[in-house]
């Protein structure tokens, strides 16, 4: 996720040095990024990087975003998609970034399971409660509160799968552990 503040006096959503040469180009990361809500109308409104918005939304793309976030309304207008049309119509956008914002988004979506039939699909088999239990938020409090702060931290679920979260260049390396491996916190 790309935020609203600015880095070395560029917004951290049109960020060349974060979005191109850290995390696509360093660390390869072929994911999506999304945007902070509305951190993509700041980079017209309050950083005032580029002169309008058709300019700012293009500039966001083009260094790496992938999905704005805009507001959690019903959408009963196009405000939301506007800007990138108008982009693309006036020259600042090439179409081919849109369809590489799209790839990314419905690998996304694709590799989680999103098209596929619900019962093979394996994160609709995660219950509620698996997600959000007291082992989880006791597990979340310990890493937030010990030397795991600022570290790639792992949660597992279940024995076997793990997940990565946190900060950190060895997060984007994807090295997984499961619960009992000598790298899970035990304090």
Known sequence: ???????????????????????????????????????VRNI????????????ASAISLLRGMDNECIDF???MDDHDY?????????????????????????????????F??????????????DVDSAEHRALAHRLVNSGWRNQCFHIAYAETNAICAGSGRKCVSRQFIKKGDTAWPTT
């Open 1 to 39: 996720m790309c935020a609203y503040n600015a880095i070395n006096g560029e917004p951290a959503c049109a960020s060349q040095f974060l979005l191109q040469q850290t995390l696509r180009g360093a660390w390869n990361f072929q994911g999506y990024v999304v945007s902070d809500c509305d951190a």
């Open 44 to 55: 017209f409104g309050d950083h005032h990087y580029r002169p309008t918005q058709p300019q």
């Open 82 to 114: 506007r800007p990138y049309i108008d982009a693309v119509q006036q020259g600042y956008l090439p179409e081919s970034s849109v369809d590489t914002a799209l790839v990314r988004l419905f690998m996304a979506r694709i590799g989680l399971g999103l």
């Open 116 to 129: 596929d039939p619900p019962d093979l699909a394996p994160y609709n088999k995660i219950d509620e409660k």
């Open 73 to 75: 309304a019903k959408v």
